[in-house]
């Protein structure tokens, strides 16, 4: 290889390694301007003051996770792309998927309150009025739900359907008084029975993994997030999740939510595994996108979904 191809190499090397440099110190510039602006909105909840040791670090490690998922870096000929939207929803599930991990009841209700705020915000900013907007959302103290009808679906866009719908399973689930109620959860309709636990199962799992779920008392609702994988036709979601089942309970034979479960013991005898750990690293692979299935069956189904 002669010396001047050697220098071309070098130099390009040089080149490739100040563009990477750059764009890594945009994405740190970037990344501090967004985390703060969330601090600034996170600032205004209700008791912030109050349980702000506890916050800053829960709110770390949720803007890492939205910022992820929300932020394209740029190139030599197009500029960096943030999607606030997702930001904001990924960002809030992470915080609440932690407020429930320490058993915060009173985080994740002042957290929930404020989310359905910037929703309402956002609707009102964008002259949203009560075609859509206002109606699929629950009030700031979970108090009374709103009405969900098939026509109040129709009327809401793709990009903050499952948001609103999963809203108002939270008012109904939680109540005035921020308590997770199994009987309301077993009282609500097919439809909305999916968006929550598959919700449930997706915000912990991103955010701990299969154990976490299983550790923050959510267990009782995976059978519940298998059918609603199962209903939404997202077979790998539905298989890992019978998967983690199994081996959660060879892991953890005391578990008598799951003792008696026939179904529990089909998947034991089904899938071998034993390590959770494996297939969480499966999960964060998977390339079945939950999201689109979900607002596809909802468009095919929106009478499953509806209640009062």
């Not at 009025?129 to 109040?152: L, N």
């Not at 359907?161 to 939680?174: G, S």
Request: charged share 30%.
């Amino acid at each position: 290889m002669s010396g001047r191809t050697l220098t071309g190499i070098a130099v390009g090397l040089l080149v490739f390694g100040f563009v990477f440099w750059n764009r890594m110190r945009q994405r740190s510039d970037d990344s501090a301007k967004i985390r703060a602006e969330a601090m600034q909105i996170l600032s205004t909840m209700e008791g912030f003051d109050d349980h702000k040791v506890a916050l800053l670090p829960m709110a770390d490690l949720a803007h890492t996770v939205a910022f992820d998922k929300a932020y394209t870096g740029g190139g030599r000929r197009r500029a960096a792309e943030f999607d606030e939207d997702q930001y904001l929803q990924a960002f809030f599930r992470s915080m609440v998927s932690q407020a429930n991990q320490y058993n915060r009841q009173d985080l994740k209700k002042s957290l929930l309150a404020l989310r359905a705020d910037i929703e309402e915000a956002g609707d009102d900013s964008k002259g949203g009025g009560d075609g859509g907007g206002a109606v699929v959302r629950a009030s700031g103290t979970f108090g009374k739900p709103e009405p969900v009808t098939v026509e109040i679906i129709a009327s809401i866009p793709d990009e903050k359907l499952e948001e609103r719908l999963h809203t108002q399973c939270l008012a109904r689930i939680f109540g005035p008084e921020g308590g997770e109620s199994k009987g309301a959860f077993k009282k609500l309709p097919k439809g909305m029975k999916m968006i929550y636990s598959t919700f449930t199962v997706e915000g912990e799992v991103n955010n701990g993994g299969y154990d976490q779920f299983f550790s923050n008392n959510n267990g009782w609702l995976v059978r519940d997030a298998v059918r609603g994988f199962t209903l939404i036709k997202a077979k790998k979601h539905a298989t890992l999740t019978k998967r983690a089942i199994a081996a959660f309970v060879r892991a953890e034979p005391g578990q008598k939510q799951f003792k008696a479960d026939k179904s529990v013991k089909k998947y034991m005898e089904t899938y071998p595994d034993v390590d959770l750990g494996k297939i969480d690293d499966e999960f964060f692979k998977l390339k079945e996108n939950v999201s689109e299935l979900r607002i596809k069956y909802i468009r095919a189904h929106p009478e499953e979904f509806a209640i009062q």
